[in-house]
């Protein structure tokens, strides 16, 4: 009795797995299956294959679903682009999912990152011909930094170029703060730097 309950368990097993593979070997089954015990054991040691191939084919389809799984896309890096020092504050440019960030670190005080109007990468304005960051000293109280940003091209954005130039003030407490006022035109690289005249521009409000 036992056997025979064994026996319906596995077909009922085949024909839920694999239902157009049992009617394709079904007469061969009905063969075996019918008349004396050898038939019996024939028809044990078939189902027992018959079982073997419908869960390794199930196993396959799994394994070709997973493969087709969409991948989700990576986030955009975030880094520093330039940095400078000054009146004991850390002044750094930041790349932050395509837009431009000012960060500044203070040893006693927490500052909020800044917005940028000109698209990143930017990069401070340099001294002619030099690595060294150009400073405006606009009045006694008063410094200024220039960014630069927005390229046009890779090759502008790998020559530290672009297109817009925003103002950074710095008052005699430390506190810094950006300028209204962006300047747009031609090319320009950060190694060319500016004169007196667009400094007193980009520190206006």
């Given amino acids: 009795m036992a056997y025979w309950h064994l026996m319906s368990w596995r077909c009922s097993l085949l024909m839920s797995k694999q239902p157009s593979l049992i009617q394709a070997v079904m007469p061969a089954i009905a063969s075996l299956a019918c008349g004396s015990r050898l038939g019996s054991l024939r028809w044990l040691s078939l189902s027992s294959l018959l079982l073997v191939v419908a869960c390794d084919k199930e196993t396959n389809n799994?394994?070709?679903?997973?493969?087709?799984?969409?991948?989700?896309?990576?986030?955009t890096p975030v880094y520093i682009t330039d940095q400078v020092t000054l009146a004991g504050q850390a002044i750094s440019l930041w790349f932050d999912h395509g837009?431009?960030?000012?960060?500044?670190?203070?040893?006693?005080?927490?500052?909020?990152?800044?917005?940028?109007?000109?698209?990143?990468?930017?990069?401070?304005?340099?001294?002619?011909?030099?690595?060294?960051?150009?400073?405006?000293?606009?009045?006694?109280?008063?410094?200024v930094l220039a960014v630069v940003g927005t390229p046009t091209?890779?090759?502008?954005?790998?020559?530290?170029?672009?297109?817009?130039?925003?103002?950074?003030?710095?008052?005699?407490?430390?506190?810094?703060?950006?300028?209204?006022?962006?300047?747009?035109?031609?090319?320009?690289?950060?190694?060319?730097?500016?004169?007196?005249?667009?400094?007193?521009?980009?520190?206006?409000?």
């Avoid at 799994?62 to 986030?75: D, G, H, K, M």
């Fill in 62 to 75: 799994s394994q070709f679903i997973t493969q087709n799984l969409v991948v989700p896309e990576r986030n």
């Fill in 99 to 143: 837009r431009c960030q000012l960060q500044v670190d203070h040893p006693k005080l927490k500052r909020e990152p800044l917005s940028l109007q000109p698209n990143a990468p930017c990069f401070f304005i340099k001294s002619p011909g030099t690595e060294t960051v150009q400073v405006y000293q606009r009045d006694k109280v008063s410094r």
């Fill in 153 to 205: 091209t890779p090759t502008a954005s790998t020559q530290r170029c672009g297109t817009e130039i925003q103002g950074i003030v710095l008052n005699a407490a430390g506190t810094v703060s950006v300028s209204n006022t962006l300047q747009r035109g031609s090319l320009r690289c950060a190694d060319q730097g500016l004169d007196n005249a667009q400094y007193e521009l980009l520190a206006r409000d």
